[in-house]
C-alpha cells in the first residue's frame, strides 16, 4: 500500500506540475470518469456482523482488506463476502499491523465503541464512515469532531438519509420561507424493536467460543455475559446503547437538525416511562429549547422546541394532524414543522414532505444532490464519503454528514438522552454546551433511579416492591457527559 500512498502523491504532484494548480483532488486527475486501480482507498471494516456488512457492501468499489469482529459466528456471513481481507477480533491489533496499509475505516460496532475505534483511526489520519449516534457520550461526539477537523480527513455518520433528497427538499423549502418561521416541532419514532426496561439479568451464562465477551465490553464497566447483550440487543443497554432516542434521533432528527440549523440547545427536559439504572425506558418523551438562530434572507429562525416521542407515544396535537394521515407510513418515524404560514409533515430522514394546506412549493433544487439518494438506501452515502475521502483537504467538498455536522448534531441527541436519564432532578436543565456542562443541577442534589420493582399477588393482597439506589446528580451527570473508561482503554487527547 505504500507504493500505493506514493503512487497517489505522485501522481498528485504530477497533475500539479502540468496544471499549475495549487492542489489537485486525486479523483479529478485520474482522468474523465476512469478512475486506476490504485485510485482505490485500502478500506478496514470494524462491527460487521450487522449494519456494516451492507454498509462495506455499498464501498466495495473500493479495497476491503481487513476486516474485525469480536462475534465471528455473527460475523460469518461478511467474511464470505470479503475472502481476501485479513481478519481480526481485536481493532488495536489490527491498526498495529495493518496501520500503514490502511486508508480508511468504516465502524459499524455496539454505540459505546464507537469514539474510541474512530478516535484513534483519526489520530492516526485515516478517513471514517462511523455508525450513528456518532459516539455514546458528548465528550466523545466534541472530540471526534475536533479530531476530524485538525487531521483534515473526510469523515461520514451512517445516517445515510442525510444524503437522501428528501432532507434537501425540507430545506429548499424552508429556506425559501414557505411555512414561515418555525417555533415549533414534533418528531417520533415506533422503537424500540428489541427490549427495553429491563433489568440486569441474574442468570449465568457463558460466552460461545466464537465470541470475545471482554473485547465487546470495551471500555465500559465489566459485567459478566449474557446472550440477551449482542448481538443487536445491546441498543437498550445504556452501558452499551443509547435506547430508542439514540438509535433513531439520528435518522428523524436530521431535517430538523439541518433545515432548523439548530447548533446547540439551551434548555432539554426528558420523561419517560419507568427509568431504571440498566436499560432506557420503554418510551420517552423530550422537549429540546434552542435560542434563536441568525435570520436567513427569507425566513427568520426564532427559538423553538423541539418534541420528541418514541415507543408508541405520537404527538396529539389534532389541529396538525389531517384525519387520514399515518403518521408511521414509513415504518420509521417523522416530523412535523409548525410555521407561522403553514405546516410541513415528513416521514424520517426527510423524505416525502407535503405541507398541511396542500399547497405545493414551487422552489427550483439548488442544493447539491448525491446521484441515487432518492429514498432511504445504503449506496449514496458511503459513495458520497468515498468521493471526499479523494479530494484533498484544501479542495474537498465534504461528504454530507462529516463530522463538523452531525458531532455537533449528536451532541443535541445524546443530551436528549441525558434528559431522559435524569428525569427524577424533575426540573428543565440548562445547558452549557461550551463547556459541556449543566448549570442548574447543585453539588449536593441527588438522582433516585429504580434499581429493580417487583409486583406479586401474595395470599390475595397486592405487594409492591421497588428498590431505588441514590447518586449525586452533579457527578453522575458529569458521568454521563464523559465517561470514564476501564481499564486499558482509553481515547485521544481533545485537540484545543
Ligand atoms: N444507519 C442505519 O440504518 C443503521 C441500521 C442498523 C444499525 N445501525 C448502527 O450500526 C451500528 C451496529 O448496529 P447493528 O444493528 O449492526 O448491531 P449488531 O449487534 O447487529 O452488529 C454489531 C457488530 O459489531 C460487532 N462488534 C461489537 N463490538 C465490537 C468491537 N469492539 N470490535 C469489533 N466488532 C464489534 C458485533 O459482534 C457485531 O458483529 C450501531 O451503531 C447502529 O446504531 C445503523
Not at 470518469?33 to 485510485?39: E, I, K, L, N
Not at 482488506?65 to 489490527?94: H, I, S, T
Not at 469523515?155 to 423549502?173: H, I, K, P
Not at 412535523?336 to 414532505?353: A, E, M, R, W, Y
Request: aromatic share 10%; proline share 6%; with cysteine.
Amino acid at each position: 500500500m505504500k507504493n500505493q500512498e506514493s503512487r497517489r502523491g505522485f501522481i498528485k504532484k504530477s497533475a500539479l506540475a502540468a496544471t499549475g494548480i495549487t492542489i489537485v483532488p486525486s479523483l479529478a486527475v485520474s482522468g474523465l470518469g476512469h478512475r486506476a486501480p490504485s485510485d482505490k482507498l485500502n478500506i478496514a471494516g470494524i462491527g460487521i456482523g450487522g449494519k456494516g456488512h451492507p454498509n462495506l457492501v455499498a464501498m466495495n468499489t473500493e479495497n476491503i482488506v481487513a476486516l474485525c469482529d469480536v462475534d465471528w459466528k455473527y460475523a460469518q456471513g461478511c467474511f464470505e463476502e470479503f475472502p481476501n481481507a485479513k481478519r481480526y477480533r481485536d481493532w488495536r491489533k489490527m491498526y498495529d499491523e495493518m496501520g500503514k496499509s490502511i486508508d480508511a475505516v468504516m465502524v459499524a460496532t455496539a454505540d459505546h465503541t464507537h469514539a474510541a475505534i474512530a478516535a484513534h483511526a483519526l489520530a492516526m489520519g485515516k478517513h471514517v464512515y462511523c455508525q450513528k449516534p456518532l459516539t455514546h457520550s458528548v465528550y466523545e461526539s466534541r472530540l471526534l469532531t475536533r479530531l476530524a477537523a485538525k487531521q483534515k480527513v473526510a469523515t461520514q455518520m451512517g445516517n445515510q438519509a442525510n444524503s437522501g433528497d428528501g432532507v434537501r427538499q425540507v430545506c429548499e423549502w424552508i429556506w425559501n420561507g414557505e411555512i414561515g418561521e418555525v417555533r415549533e416541532v414534533h418528531a417520533w419514532t415506533d422503537r424500540p424493536i428489541w427490549p427495553q426496561g429491563l433489568e440486569r439479568p441474574m442468570e449465568k451464562m457463558t460466552p460461545p467460543d466464537t465470541l470475545n465477551w471482554d473485547l465487546f465490553i470495551g471500555p465500559a464497566p465489566e459485567r459478566p455475559y449474557h446472550k440477551i447483550y449482542t448481538p443487536w440487543n445491546w441498543r437498550g443497554w445504556w452501558d452499551f446503547g443509547t435506547g430508542a432516542f439514540g438509535d433513531m434521533a439520528c435518522h428523524v432528527l436530521d431535517p430538523v437538525y439541518q433545515a432548523l440549523k439548530l447548533g446547540y440547545p439551551e434548555k432539554v427536559r426528558g420523561s419517560s416511562t419507568q427509568i431504571n439504572t440498566e436499560s432506557a425506558p420503554q418510551a420517552e418523551t423530550v422537549e429540546f429549547i434552542f435560542p434563536a438562530r441568525e435570520n436567513m434572507a427569507k425566513v427568520n429562525l426564532p427559538q423553538v422546541r423541539i418534541y420528541w416521542y418514541d415507543g408508541g407515544l405520537l404527538p396529539n396535537k389534532s389541529e396538525l394532524l389531517p384525519e387520514e394521515i399515518n403518521l408511521m407510513a414509513d415504518r420509521l418515524g417523522g416530523c412535523i414543522f409548525v410555521g407561522s404560514k403553514d405546516t410541513l409533515i415528513t416521514g424520517c430522514g426527510g423524505f416525502k414532505p407535503f405541507l398541511l394546506s396542500g399547497r405545493i412549493p414551487q422552489v427550483s433544487p439548488y442544493l447539491r444532490r448525491i446521484p441515487g439518494a432518492v429514498k432511504y438506501v445504503d449506496g449514496p452515502h458511503e459513495q458520497d464519503w468515498i468521493r471526499a475521502c479523494k479530494e484533498s483537504p484544501e479542495n474537498r467538498v465534504e461528504g454530507t454528514s462529516h463530522f463538523g455536522y452531525s458531532g455537533p448534531f449528536n451532541e443535541m441527541v445524546l443530551l436528549g438522552v441525558l434528559a431522559i436519564r435524569l428525569q427524577s432532578l424533575n426540573k428543565t436543565l440548562k445547558w452549557d454546551a461550551e463547556n459541556m456542562r449543566f448549570t442548574n443541577i447543585s453539588p449536593s442534589e441527588e438522582l433516585k433511579i429504580v434499581t429493580s420493582d417487583d409486583f406479586q399477588v401474595k395470599d390475595g393482597h397486592p405487594h409492591f416492591n421497588t428498590q431505588y439506589a441514590k447518586f449525586n446528580a452533579l457527578e453522575t451527570a458529569g458521568e454521563y457527559v464523559k465517561h470514564s473508561y476501564r481499564r486499558g482503554w482509553d481515547l485521544p487527547e481533545m485537540p484545543a
